[in-house]
């Protein structure tokens, strides 16, 4: 419900601003207006017909196209915000003498407003089933050791394999990682979106797999939604070494680098043991930090951690809801920040929610880290 309410208020939003206004019959209007409540109803429905908000059982096409309907929607609010305040600074300019309008007529407006919500709907739902580029950023980390320095992590973050990203998908995935070539492969949560007997096989080819020091994941919230402790085990099954408020010290030429990791939040809500990062403010070991953390938040040195990687927020999705998303996540929506000599690197995600299938300007990606000495210039 947290989501249909806002939706519903979108809806009412674009029933005022346009279709209130449109030269059509009354039945038309009324046609339109119940179109757009039942397309602002898709989360209810997926929890009521579908059985589940997080992955409604409805076959892939069926949620493609309710997905790309709800798309269009809120592509098309944001089209008409811009409409709307383009039509209030123009009625202030007429307020001191001008004779600027609107080009075209409302019908015109209307169609030009709906085809282009449509189309980039159509856009944004195809690219958030795309695999993956690979994007390549390097962190400059003020006193990493010279052995460290061109040490290579493969980030994969929410790929959440499920009702829509399945083990073809997948497979490619794991083949474009592969060749990377990188030192360390980590998973930082949300990879599924089901329960282990649904998508055992789907989930398969991540077993495949390959970082030369090894493949460490931690859970997200969506594991907890799908039983974590059935999946705990799969993913050990699968190679990957799941971090739960605990380090591995990694040899590298001599020198340590410690990687650590810790549940994400949601696991207070099942009644399961929460992120504690006093086992590695206690431990004694010397070396470089880099913790893995679902869900981002500011950092320091006084938190013992050097670098810290997150996903979660999916970078925002659609470039004009960075803001919100970010508001909900201490800011954050996507890059690399600086906190008192401290990194946080937040990846847009590998692949998508298919709650929410939608990416305009904001492209998944195979995050490719690079650690590199900090050189004060």
Known sequence: MRLALPTLVLVLYVVGSMILWLPCRPWVKIIAAFFLFVVGLKYII???????????????????????????????????????????????????????????????????????????????????????????????????????????????????????????????????????????????????????????????PLKYLHGKQGVYGITGNHEYYFDVQAWLPVFKELGVDMLMNEYRSIPVEGENLILAGVPDQAALHFRQQGPDLSFLKQTSQDGLRVLLQHRPSSISHSDGVDLKLSGHTHGGHLFFLKWLIANFNGGLAGGLFDYDGSKLYLSPGTGVWSGFSCRIGVPSEISLLILRQYKDS
Not at 95 to 106: A, E, Y
Not at 166 to 182: D, S
């Open 46 to 204: 997926y929890e009521r017909v579908g059985g589940s908000f997080i992955a409604p059982d409805f076959s892939p096409p069926l949620l493609l196209i309710m997905e790309f309907f709800y798309s269009a929607l809120l592509i098309l609010v944001f089209l008409l915000v811009v409409k709307d305040a383009m039509a209030l600074v123009l009625l202030v300019s007429r307020w001191f003498g001008s004779s600027w309008f609107l080009p075209f007529t409302q019908t015109i407006r209307s169609a030009v407003l709906i085809l282009a919500a449509l189309g980039l709907a159509y856009y944004g739902t195809s690219q958030s089933l795309r695999v993956p580029g690979v994007r390549t950023v390097e962190i400059p980390l003020a006193g990493l050791p010279e052995e460290l320095d061109g040490f290579s992590i493969a980030q994969l973050t929410d790929i959440h394999v499920g009702p829509l990203l399945k083990r073809g998908w997948l497979n490619e995935v794991v083949a474009r990682t592969n060749g990377l070539e990188a030192d360390l492969v980590v998973l930082t949560g949300d990879m599924i979106d089901g329960t282990p007997e649904k998508l055992r096989e789907d989930i398969a």
